[in-house]
């Protein structure tokens, strides 16, 4: 196997050091961090939300409850399709000009401002449906941070390991994300989030005296998202170095210059050419079925946040146990196999799910007030949640095998490239089934083709990647 182990950047610690274990629990604060964007923002509180204004709104136009719920999710998918082909087109690029900068940090604390300026923009999305628009511009741009703090994250993880703890370190990165996701989405449920009654979870008023029918408390997962993100993010700012790199000249030009290069390579370079196809497809479906699983409960099962709440916590939950189980997997197995039986898991629960409705399960028909679809929906979410972050977490660990050594951050670029350049298919996908079919449960039907494609050319992808990162590599 073709090595570059000697162009390896040494990090600025000993992996084993007591600085090396910080910088470790430094990057996975990070994770920490970051991800009530996509278990409160994304899926679970923020997104329902605003399906449920945006349903309300249409209604209040004159349409009908079924056309309104469509119209609801189309605007929302628009939105995820603009900030996506605005990753995509930026991703590599950024990337590339990081690389070629020598350092990685100051891009890292500018879009953590988008992340912050974009998730306390949310607060304004008002019941009624006053900005409504604004709303989607403001989710579109934290969205936007998220992504990129997340590339030039993940490109640190090169140097917190050898290859044979890469996929440990990722995956228990991956677990403590998501425990970071529930103890967020417990706090909003537990003190926040309005329920029909105007009281929390715990009967109680939504805390620090938010007006309940202004939906006050719910609205405030944007500030509490922003605030969690702040604090957070301390350990990383602490303990996490990256390895000295020595600045490329010819800025912007050089680094667009090594892009169009890497690229015109790929035809040559067969594992990472399919892997990055394989996960564009793969990633795309999981992505969209984050972002609609929430509001799939609200439109079709007619859940309210609490429930969807709920929900969100069993997926997070599976998720943390899942990925931590997972990173040990990977460790001895590789991560292949492992995105294989999670992609095979997620195309059951789409197959599923379209065959679910209020009334039956596949054709059988249900007593009236029956909770079958709800039990039903829950052991999905558990599914999604554990198979999509274990998925999550493999991947990563497979683009480090396929990253070049000297060059992390534009891998990762074209990885959020390939996860970015149909990132508008998935939701686009749903938005046309959906207009076409009038019907927000069938929209879901696109997710199982583009899973299929990405488990189709996983067949071309070489387990152990292109290079071999390990220190010791022969």
Request: one cysteine or more; a negative charge.
């Amino acid at each position: 196997m073709k090595t570059l182990a000697a162009r390896r950047p040494l990090p600025p610690y000993e992996a084993t050091s007591p600085e090396g274990r910080r910088a470790i629990w430094g990057w996975w604060a990070f994770d920490f961090a970051s991800q009530p964007y996509f278990t409160l923002g994304l899926t679970f509180v923020f997104g329902p939300y605003f399906a449920a204004v945006a349903a309300d709104y249409y209604l209040a136009q004159g349409l009908s409850e079924t056309a309104a719920d469509a119209e609801a999710q189309s605007l929302w998918s628009l939105g995820q399709t603009i900030s996506g082909i605005f990753i995509a087109i930026l991703a590599p690029i950024l990337g590339a000009l990081a690389d070629n900068a020598g350092k990685r940090m100051p891009w890292i604390i500018a879009f953590s401002l988008c992340y912050i300026a974009g998730a306390f923009g949310l607060w304004w999305l008002l019941p009624d449906g006053g900005f409504l628009v604004g709303a989607l511009i403001c989710f579109g741009i934290g969205m936007i941070g998220a992504e990129f703090t997340t590339i030039f994250t993940n490109s640190l993880l090169p140097e917190l390991g050898n290859r044979d703890e890469i996929g440990r370190i990722s995956g228990s990165g991956f677990a403590v994300g998501y425990a970071g996701g529930v103890l967020a989405l417990f706090i909003m449920l537990l003190l926040f989030v309005e329920q029909t009654d105007g009281q929390t979870l715990m009967g109680l008023d939504p805390a620090l005296g938010l007006d309940a029918e202004a939906r006050e408390g719910t609205r405030a997962v944007g500030p509490f998202m922003a605030l969690w993100f702040v604090i957070f993010m301390i350990p990383f700012a602490l303990w996490v170095r990256e390895a000295p790199r020595t600045a490329k000249p010819g800025g912007v030009s050089r680094a667009l210059g090594d892009l169009v290069a890497l690229v015109k390579t790929l035809p040559e370079r067969v594992t990472l050419s399919a892997y990055l196809a394989s996960s564009m497809f793969y990633r795309d479906a999981l992505n969209a079925l984050y972002a609609f699983g929430g509001t799939y409960a609200v439109l079709v099962l007619d859940w309210g946040i609490t429930q969807v709440g709920i929900f969100g916590v069993i997926a997070a939950i599976t998720s943390a146990i899942s990925t931590w189980v997972g990173g040990m997997i990977d460790e001895r197995k590789g991560p292949k196999p492992i995105i294989i039986a999670t992609i095979l898991m997620l195309m059951g629960v789409c197959v599923f799910i379209l065959g679910m409705t209020r009334e039956s399960i596949w054709g059988i028909q249900l007593d009236e007030g029956s909770t079958a679809p709800d039990v039903a929906f829950f052991l999905c979410g558990a599914i999604i949640g554990g198979a999509g972050g274990v998925l999550q977490a493999s991947s990563r660990t497979l683009m480090v095998r396929h990253a070049e050594p000297d060059k992390p951050t534009e891998a990762f670029g074209l990885y959020a490239l390939s996860g970015k350049a149909t990132a508008f298919l998935g939701p686009g996908l749903i938005y046309l089934t959906t207009t076409a079919l009038g019907d927000a449960r069938l929209g879901m039907l696109p997710l199982v083709g583009l899973f299929g494609l990405g488990l189709i050319l996983l067949i071309w992808v070489n387990p152990n990647g292109t290079y071999d990162i390990r220190d010791d590599a022969p």
